[in-house]
């Protein structure tokens, strides 16, 4: 299950209690068997969150949407908030584009698969897969980098508070 580049850190607590330091809301990990995780998530999901897969480009129910929706997009593995609304943004690149994470939701990996080296994002608390972040792109952004999340690894509340976060 190791590769290259991977860290090693699934031995990690299952508590589910959020904590807070320096100001920052820090998220911590919980662990499922690969037979828990099948039962709560659909296949499509299971082959995204937990095998890093990618769905096809547009085909996403939040690569439509328009970036002017309000309330918070959380992990659909483990319903943990990762992006406000505000910070999503049209990229025209087949998958929901935000240009910056709720601090501490999310964890970036070097990843060094199918020849090229990219920072994978993973949420914090499930370690799901949610895709790829790029930087230097142009965009006008307050940030510059480019969240490229698959969609089925997330699901939007348009009631949540964003400024609770």
């Known amino acids: 299950?190791?590769?290259r580049g991977y860290p090693v850190y699934k031995a990690v607590s299952n508590s589910l209690v959020r904590k807070h330091i320096s100001g920052v809301r820090v998220y911590s990990t919980m662990s499922k068997t690969e037979e828990e995780w099948r039962a709560i998530l659909s296949p499509a999901q299971f082959k995204i969150l937990r095998q890093q897969g990618t769905e096809a480009p547009y085909s996403g129910e939040y690569t439509k949407t328009p970036a002017s929706e309000k309330g918070v997009y959380s992990c659909a593995g483990c319903s943990q908030?990762?992006?406000k609304a505000s910070?999503?943004?049209s990229a025209h690149c087949g998958w929901p584009a935000f240009y910056?994470?709720?601090p501490g939701s999310i964890r970036v990996l070097r990843d060094e698969s199918h020849?090229?080296?990219r920072e994978e994002m993973r949420c914090?608390?499930?370690?799901?897969h949610l895709g790829h972040i790029f930087k230097g792109e142009g965009y006008k952004t307050p940030t510059d980098e480019r969240h490229c999340v698959n969609s089925i690894s997330l699901k939007l509340d348009e009631k949540a508070e964003q400024g609770s976060l």
């Not at 914090?124 to 799901?128: A, P």
């Open 1 to 3: 299950m190791f590769r």
């Open 87 to 89: 910070t999503k943004f």
């Open 124 to 128: 914090s608390k499930c370690d799901g």
């Open 115 to 117: 020849g090229m080296v």
């Open 81 to 83: 908030p990762l992006y």
């Open 100 to 102: 910056s994470a709720i």
